[in-house]
């Protein structure tokens, strides 16, 4: 399976500033997409990264609070914007190559003071 | 859309014991059953998955079953050891192309006891 990288690995933010993760692939993948895993919670994915596009968003979050790029088929970003303790979360990416298994990347833990 | 139940959230067994989560899902159209195994502090890995054509599949000590009709799945764990504790989660998908979003359960934390 594909090699995922993300960075950073992990923040402190301050409340009202944004942070943008990086997720890189070191092969093409078909699909790359972003969830949040809660603390001691599930994941829930936010958002289908679509290469050369906008990306598609699941029901309860927003191009405004969490934009994102994917401009090639091996890296992608999510952003966190306007920042509050609510997002404190571990962000991963996830990648599918030629069929509908995913593989994740190693998180993003995030911690908003 | 879809909505994925898991049980039992905890689940401790002795070394040695099976260990069996269930999950139950609503969309009938899902066709895609994967299961991740979280440690702590680390991504989820994929331990196993099947399809709809597929009643059952095997892999060493995991195997996984599924019941298109009765609409859950399973994930037998057999001869656990200490090292398969950790959470595990399964996952949904209806492949309807080139997406397959992944809708997950709540996930169930296994202890193997020695």
């Known amino acids: 399976s594909a090699v995922i990288s993300q960075k950073p690995s992990r923040d402190i933010c301050q409340r009202g500033t944004s942070l943008t993760i990086q997720c890189q692939v070191d092969?093409?993948?078909?699909?790359m997409f972003w969830y949040r895993q809660q603390p001691g919670q599930s994941l829930t994915l936010i958002a289908t990264a679509n290469q050369g596009s906008e990306a598609t968003y699941e029901s309860g979050f927003v191009i405004d609070k969490f934009p994102i790029s994917r401009p090639n088929l091996t890296f992608s970003t999510l952003t966190v914007s306007n920042m509050s303790p609510e997002d404190s979360s571990i962000y991963l990416c996830?990648?599918?190559?030629?069929?509908?298994?995913?593989?994740f990347g190693p998180g993003t833990r995030l911690t908003v003071l | 859309g879809e909505n994925v139940e898991q049980h039992p959230s905890t689940l401790s067994v002795q070394e040695g014991d099976s260990a069996v989560i269930k999950c139950t899902y609503s969309d009938s159209a899902s066709n895609y059953f994967p299961w991740y195994k979280q440690e702590l502090g680390k991504r989820p890995q994929l331990i196993i998955d099947i399809r709809s054509n597929v009643g059952e599949k095997k892999d060493q000590r995991i195997a996984v079953t599924l019941n298109k009709t009765a609409k859950h799945f399973s994930l037998h764990i057999t001869e656990t050891q200490p090292e398969d504790s950790a959470v595990y989660f399964c996952a949904a998908s209806a492949n309807t192309g080139t997406a397959s979003k992944l809708t997950f359960g709540t996930g169930t934390r296994l202890q193997v006891t020695l």
């Open positions: 092969s093409q993948v078909t699909m």
């Open positions: 996830s990648v599918a190559e030629y069929t509908d298994t995913q593989y």
